[in-house]
């Protein structure tokens, strides 16, 4: 059902209608990406994710942002895949914190086809708990996206992360059509798709355009779209250029204009908030929820890098009202229904 509603929303936009969009004035940017989120997803409530690495470091890709590139000097220590029981065990503490939703992440350009069986035991065993499961493991073969898809994932996270011009300056390893690749596979084996990026990568805003853009035009747009600001880590190209020139750090309204120009343009997406929060204040965070952002990571860590953590997230849920959401497909569901009547 989400699936047929999702395919009437509008993928043709041009890159001048988003750029309208970007430039509106805050205020009417805001009032309208409001009156979209209130028209598809239930007002005040967030998706509470955990995320969890389960294979650390030693990745052979070349991410200019990321920490378990082997070409950063980050000091992140490469590891194994976890034991499927350990994973098992950290996603039951996860459920019985509140999280609705277990994301995992593994650094690998691609997994090799002797993981899989772990991979697929991992997903069944989450699914059994009853979290809704999402998986970034790098690009997938169709044999792949096929086995997770039986297996029951929900969801596969992968990042175009920026626009397609600006692509091969933060990778060199992997093109912009790998990834568009990869994500055509997920959705012909019927598993949602997850898909967004950073910003704050000393990118322009014709680069947030057609990032935005590149999302928002595709066949069908991501079921979840996750918006990360650059967590700069030292050791990585991004990392220690942001350092040398602090001034090109995202300036917060811009990064709350590009989550609202993310919700007005993927109506029915999720929208999450995702990497970032940890130097975020709550005022820009605040506004982001008005911009239409309905999913948080929670936990004091991303995948190697720090996260806001429990305490600070139920006090700012708290002092804004916000409740966390309990499932949003049905939710969705019925939104959509109502406003197609
Ligand atoms: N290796 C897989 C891949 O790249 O698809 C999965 C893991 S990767 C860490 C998942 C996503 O995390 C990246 O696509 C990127 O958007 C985001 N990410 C990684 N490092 C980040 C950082 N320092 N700041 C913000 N986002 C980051
Ligand atoms: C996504 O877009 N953000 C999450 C998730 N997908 C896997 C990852 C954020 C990683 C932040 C940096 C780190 O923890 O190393
Ligand atoms: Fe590897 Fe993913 Fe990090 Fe790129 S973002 S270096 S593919 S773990």
């Given at each position: 059902?989400?699936?047929?509603i999702?395919s009437?929303?509008?993928?043709?936009?041009?890159?001048?209608?988003?750029?309208?969009?970007?430039?509106?004035?805050?205020?009417?940017?805001?009032?309208?990406?409001?009156?979209?989120?209130r028209?598809?997803?239930?007002?005040?409530?967030?998706?509470?994710?955990?995320l969890?690495?389960?294979?650390?470091?030693?990745?052979?890709?070349?991410?200019?942002?990321?920490?378990?590139?082997?070409?950063?000097?980050?000091?992140?220590?490469?590891?194994?895949?976890?034991d499927?029981?350990?994973?098992?065990?950290?996603?039951?503490?996860?459920?019985?914190?509140?999280?609705?939703?277990?994301?995992?992440?593994?650094?690998?350009?691609?997994?090799?086809?002797?993981?899989m069986?772990?991979?697929?035991?991992?997903?069944?065993?989450?699914?059994?708990m009853?979290?809704?499961?999402?998986?970034?493991?790098?690009?997938?073969?169709?044999?792949?996206?096929?086995?997770?898809?039986?297996a029951?994932?929900?969801?596969?996270?992968?990042?175009?992360?920026?626009?397609?011009?600006?692509?091969?300056?933060?990778?060199?390893?992997?093109?912009?059509?790998?990834?568009?690749?990869?994500?055509?596979?997920?959705?012909?084996?019927?598993?949602?798709?997850?898909?967004?990026?950073?910003?704050?990568?000393?990118?322009?805003?014709?680069?947030?355009?057609?990032?935005?853009?590149?999302?928002?035009?595709?066949?069908?747009?991501?079921?979840?779209?996750?918006?990360?600001?650059?967590?700069?880590?030292?050791?990585?190209?991004?990392?220690?250029?942001?350092?040398?020139?602090?001034?090109?750090?995202?300036?917060?309204?811009?990064?709350?204009?590009?989550?609202?120009?993310?919700?007005?343009?993927?109506?029915?997406?999720?929208?999450?908030?995702?990497?970032?929060?940890?130097?975020?204040?709550?005022?820009?965070?605040?506004?982001?929820?008005?911009?239409?952002?309905?999913?948080?990571?929670?936990?004091?860590?991303?995948?190697?890098?720090?996260?806001?953590?429990?305490?600070?997230?139920?006090?700012?849920?708290?002092?804004?009202?916000?409740?966390?959401?309990?499932?949003e497909?049905?939710?969705?569901?019925?939104?959509?229904?109502?406003?197609?009547?």
């Amino acid at each position: 059902m989400i699936r047929e509603i999702m395919s009437n929303q509008r993928t043709d936009w041009t890159r001048a209608e988003i750029a309208a969009v970007f430039d509106l004035p805050f205020d009417e940017l805001l009032f309208q990406a409001q009156t979209v989120h209130r028209a598809h997803h239930a007002a005040g409530q967030i998706q509470l994710c955990t995320l969890l690495s389960i294979k650390t470091g030693g990745c052979p890709e070349d991410c200019g942002y990321c920490s378990q590139s082997v070409k950063a000097d980050s000091g992140v220590a490469a590891t194994k895949l976890m034991d499927v029981q350990a994973v098992l065990q950290k996603a039951a503490e996860a459920a019985d914190a509140g999280s609705r939703r277990f994301c995992m992440g593994a650094a690998w350009r691609n997994p090799k086809d002797r993981d899989m069986p772990a991979i697929v035991q991992i997903v069944q065993g989450v699914r059994a708990m009853g979290m809704e499961t999402c998986m970034t493991l790098g690009m997938l073969t169709p044999a792949q996206a096929d086995m997770l898809a039986d297996a029951g994932l929900d969801y596969y996270n992968h990042n175009i992360d920026t626009s397609p011009e600006r692509y091969n300056e933060i990778i060199t390893t992997r093109t912009m059509d790998d990834r568009l690749d990869t994500l055509s596979e997920v959705r012909r084996a019927g598993i949602n798709v997850c898909s967004g990026g950073i910003v704050g990568m000393g990118e322009t805003r014709a680069d947030r355009v057609g990032f935005i853009h590149t999302l928002a035009t595709l066949p069908q747009h991501p079921e979840s779209v996750p918006v990360n600001a650059l967590v700069p880590v030292k050791g990585t190209v991004l990392g220690d250029m942001l350092a040398d020139t602090p001034l090109a750090k995202i300036d917060d309204i811009e990064f709350v204009r590009t989550i609202a120009v993310a919700r007005i343009t993927m109506p029915m997406s999720m929208v999450r908030l995702s990497a970032g929060r940890e130097s975020m204040s709550e005022a820009t965070q605040a506004l982001c929820f008005m911009a239409g952002a309905n999913s948080i990571f929670t936990g004091d860590k991303l995948l190697t890098a720090a996260n806001a953590g429990d305490d600070k997230d139920a006090a700012l849920l708290s002092k804004l009202g916000l409740r966390p959401m309990e499932s949003e497909e049905p939710l969705r569901a019925c939104k959509a229904l109502e406003a197609a009547e």
